[in-house]
């Protein structure tokens, strides 16, 4: 199948990529001339393990291309996916001028029947302002052409995208049940046919509710964490290893063991967003989401943990200390630093006085580009970017470890306490077993693991 994707970011990326491998033939669209020429020039604008392999492969093929032209995008698919951005307005509601840009975008070109396919995660409704949007546009060029507006909300996790995208949980799609509604469904179930073919995974529903599905998704997930987080911060007070609990509790199936992991707290672009964004449209609706607020509201106190054991260690005057950070990136196997928790970590230490070194496998480039954003340049000034995480640790007063990231999960140990001052890690991940610490002689602050022995 001829398939457009407006915006070439994570998802529009991935989606188009894999939709290639499929065998459709796949044009990406985007209004970043630099993301463009990158792309075309064999590069990738992002870190996702598998990514590259495939948007070579599929380049090569001649069933993937990228570019800025909007007429060509808009005349070559009967599918037109929008996955560009919907970043947080003032209020916490979702930013959807780029999603009715690309609207008006289509309206402006298009003379004939199209699906257009919200991949973004938009709030309830915004299939009906989509299709406005690009009536009017069609309506001032005096073109009679029909279409329909059909939301396929994206579940892919960045660090597993690829995977994800090729071996989906489930598929939403929501269509409307006008004729037009018809044909968005049929061209809709020959595009995902290759994912159905062991067993039928894709759930069809209403527009609106496949709309609300993506928002009450991450709503859950983000529910589970902050939920954890809330009893391991009451377990470090009362002597409870939370770690003990998440398997005692996981292993009801009514539960299950997914997301229960109690840590420094969630970050990147979407639990953040999504959560704010349920909330601003229970708002405009006369209704409080409670559970949410909370959930957001533990989630910002849960970033200060880590800093906060620091100073209770250490005091609040930390001029004259230096700490190592292992982990940058909101998560592992991704270099995004969307709202990480290493930012709120190094802006407590760096404003406390300390110097910093820190370590990512992947994410130092984009670490450097996110702090000059958030710190002074005095702050910028006391962090070292070293070059491996052994390299961090040098001369440093002890280790805060803020990503899961494989490759810090057995450290030598002997190493780490050769290099620092004091063999002292906070571990914002709770990656070790406070017991082998203790065994190796080693001060160990994890989240929710102070058992009283
Ligand atoms: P992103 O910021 O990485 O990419 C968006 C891209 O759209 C950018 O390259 C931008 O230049 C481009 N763009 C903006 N306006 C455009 C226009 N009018 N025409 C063409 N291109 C345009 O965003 P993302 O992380 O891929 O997220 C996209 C959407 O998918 C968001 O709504 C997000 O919430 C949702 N989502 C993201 C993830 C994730 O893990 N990142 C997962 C599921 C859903």
């Known amino acids: 199948m001829k398939i457009t994707i407006?915006?070439?970011g994570y998802v529009g990326l991935v989606t188009g990529a894999c939709l290639a491998e499929l065998g459709n033939d796949v044009f990406c669209l985007d209004l970043d001339e630099k993301k463009i020429a990158l792309l075309n020039n064999g590069g990738i604008p992002i870190h996702e393990p598998g990514l590259e392999e495939v948007v070579a492969r599929n380049r090569a093929a001649g069933r993937l291309r990228f570019s800025t032209d909007v007429g060509a995008a808009v005349a070559h698919g009967k599918?037109?996916?929008?996955a560009v951005g919907t970043p947080p307005d003032e209020d916490g509601s979702a930013d959807l001028q780029y999603v009715l840009a690309a609207a008006r975008n289509i309206g402006k070109h298009m003379t004939e029947f199209k699906v257009i396919v919200d991949k973004s995660t938009v709030p309830v409704g915004t299939a009906e302002r989509?299709?406005?949007a690009l009536q009017a546009e069609l309506d001032e060029r005096g073109v009679a052409a029909t279409f329909s507006v059909a939301s396929n909300p994206e579940f892919l996790k960045e660090g597993a995208a690829v995977e994800d995208f090729m071996r989906p949980d489930r598929i939403v799609i929501g269509c409307d049940s006008t004729p037009e509604g018809e044909r968005a469904r049929e061209l809709m179930k020959t595009l995902y046919a290759p994912f159905n073919r062991n067993h039928e995974r894709t759930y069809w529903m209403d527009v609106r509710s496949a709309e609300f599905t993506k928002y009450a998704a991450n709503a859950m997930l983000a529910t589970r964490i902050s939920f954890m987080n809330e009893l391991a911060n009451l377990a470090d007070k009362v002597g409870v290893d939370i770690e003990a609990v998440r398997h005692g509790i996981g292993s009801d199936p009514r539960i299950g063991h997914s997301f229960l992991y109690a840590g420094c707290g969630y970050g990147g672009s979407c639990f953040p967003k999504d959560v704010q964004a349920l909330e601003r449209t229970a708002r405009g609706h006369g209704q409080e989401l409670l559970i949410l607020r909370a959930v957001e509201a533990v989630n910002d106190r849960q970033k200060l943990v880590l800093g906060g054991k620091v100073t209770a260690r250490y005091g609040e005057d930390l001029a004259g200390r230096h700490f190592a950070v292992w982990g940058l990136a909101f998560k592992p196997n991704t270099d995004d630093m969307r709202e990480a928790s290493a930012r709120?970590?190094?802006a407590e230490l760096l404003q406390r006085g300390a110097?910093?070194?820190?370590y990512d496998p992947v994410a130092?480039?984009?670490?450097?580009?996110v702090l000059a954003l958030d710190l002074a340049p005095a702050l910028l000034?006391?962090?070292r970017f070293a070059a491996s995480p052994m390299d961090a640790l040098n001369g440093a007063d002890a280790l805060a470890i803020v990503t899961e990231w494989k490759a810090f999960r057995s450290p030598d140990f002997e190493q780490i306490k050769a290099r620092l001052k004091e063999p002292v890690i906070f571990d914002g991940r709770n990656?070790?077993?406070p017991a082998d610490m203790a065994e190796a002689g080693i001060e160990y602050h994890g989240i929710g693991r102070s058992v009283l022995t």
Request: hydrophobic fraction near 65%; aromatic fraction near 6%; glycine fraction near 4%.
């Open 6 to 8: 407006i915006g070439t």
């Open 79 to 82: 599918l037109q996916f929008i």
């Open 130 to 132: 989509v299709r406005a």
């Open 344 to 346: 709120v970590l190094l």
């Open 355 to 358: 110097s910093v070194a820190v």
């Open 364 to 369: 130092m480039a984009e670490a450097r580009r």
């Open 381 to 383: 000034a006391r962090i």
């Open 431 to 433: 990656l070790f077993e």
